[in-house]
């Protein structure tokens, strides 16, 4: 399998899952400016508590690498992450009027536990091909998402979830999500068959997470 197809395998097998959350009640209420304000406080506090796990995974690529140039590709994400897609949450948290110590008050959902868990386990038992396969899930999803999103006329423009979309549909994201594709085809540019099947398998697994944390969002479990 070429470099180029790896990733497009990737994005092919988890499709219909990446389908029904475009579709998801949650997704398409910020789409339209209609989601209820509770839930989407909800989900911020969720997937705010999320990203420093996340971050933990990219993490585990610093230690885990061994090329110098590697260390520091993650080590930046790990950076991005904290101080760059957080800065949105925190925005909002403010705008919210919630404080970081609240914030860090707040119980993990049974289903950000389980995602957060499983990605950290694939990180701490696996190589960075493994690593990259749990986080890109998620990157790929949102960009996904918020490039659906934008082309919403005016969603961008509303007064509360617009920096959302214009977050998520920006070229800075968007520049961050292609470099972890070309990263994830890098890594596993020798891949044999089964390494690919354990790598397709933790995508669409990851995946399915995501779909499930957008459920847990709408539906603000506990």
């Given amino acids: 399998m070429s470099t180029h197809r790896l990733t497009d395998h990737l994005h092919k097998a988890a499709a219909s899952v990446w389908d029904k959350c475009l579709q998801h009640p949650f997704v398409?209420?910020?789409?339209?400016?209609?989601?209820?304000?509770?839930?989407?406080?909800?989900?911020?506090?969720?997937?705010?508590?999320?990203?420093?796990?996340?971050?933990?995974v990219f993490a585990m690529g610093v230690v885990k690498a061994r090329d110098p140039d590697l260390m520091r590709t993650f080590a930046a994400n790990v950076d991005a992450?904290?101080?760059g897609e957080m800065n949105l949450h925190r925005a909002y948290m403010k705008q919210l009027g919630i404080t970081e110590e609240q914030v860090m008050a707040v119980q993990p959902a049974l289903?950000?536990?389980?995602?957060?868990?499983?990605?950290?386990?694939?990180?701490?038992?696996?190589?960075?091909?493994?690593?990259?396969?749990?986080?890109?899930?998620?990157?790929?999803?949102?960009?996904?998402?918020?490039?659906?999103?934008?082309a919403i006329p005016g969603a961008t423009e509303h007064p509360l979830y617009g920096e959302w979309i214009k977050s998520y549909s920006g070229p800075g994201y968007r520049a961050i999500n292609d470099a972890l594709i070309d990263l994830m085809n890098r890594l596993a540019?020798?891949?044999?068959?089964?390494?690919?099947?354990?790598?397709?398998?933790?995508?669409?697994?990851?995946?399915?997470?995501?779909?499930?944390f957008w459920d847990m969002a709408w539906e603000m479990r506990a």
């Fill in 81 to 83: 992450t904290l101080n």
């Fill in 28 to 56: 398409r209420s910020i789409g339209d400016g209609t989601l209820d304000m509770e839930k989407f406080r909800y989900f911020m506090l969720q997937d705010y508590l999320y990203l420093f796990e996340y971050a933990r």
């Fill in 189 to 212: 540019a020798d891949a044999d068959s089964a390494r690919i099947q354990r790598l397709t398998e933790i995508f669409v697994n990851c995946s399915r997470f995501e779909l499930g």
């Fill in 111 to 150: 289903d950000n536990i389980s995602y957060t868990n499983y990605m950290l386990s694939v990180a701490c038992t696996g190589g960075l091909d493994e690593i990259v396969a749990s986080i890109l899930a998620c990157a790929w999803s949102y960009a996904e998402i918020g490039k659906e999103l934008a």
